[in-house]
């Protein structure tokens, strides 16, 4: 299973951003999908996961209210917008499949991440 992120940037605080990932080699149907990120010196952490059909979406705290995950099944494209970008969202964003329909446990494929640089 191969993922490839893309979509990130440099833009200025208060603005939006719209990460894709497409994913092949895999039934990306029977996959829930994640989007983690990864600042400098901190640890990778879960932004946004989306079970198989999308009926059940999860958000950290620090994003809910401004981000959202959705997926295209038919496309095999899992997305995360971003609006009202903070420069504590500079980070490299990584997609990710979990091996199960639903979220629980870690992933099992990880995307090349792709960076997304926020500005004061």
């Known amino acids: 299973v191969q993922l490839q992120a893309s979509g990130g940037g440099l833009v200025q605080a208060g603005g939006s951003l719209r990460l894709s990932c497409v994913v092949s080699?895999?039934?990306?149907?029977?996959?829930?999908m994640g989007w983690f990120r990864q600042a400098p010196g901190k640890e990778r952490e879960i932004v946004a996961a989306i079970s198989w059909g999308g009926g059940t979406r999860h958000y950290s705290d620090s994003v809910k209210g401004r981000f959202s995950i959705s997926r295209d099944n038919a496309k095999n494209t899992v997305s995360l917008q971003m609006n009202s970008l903070k420069p504590e969202d500079t980070a490299v964003y990584y997609c990710a499949a979990y091996p199960r329909m639903d979220v629980r446990g870690n992933p099992a494929y990880w995307g090349q991440g792709t960076l997304v640089t926020v500005s004061s």
């Open positions: 080699g895999g039934a990306m149907s029977t996959y829930a």
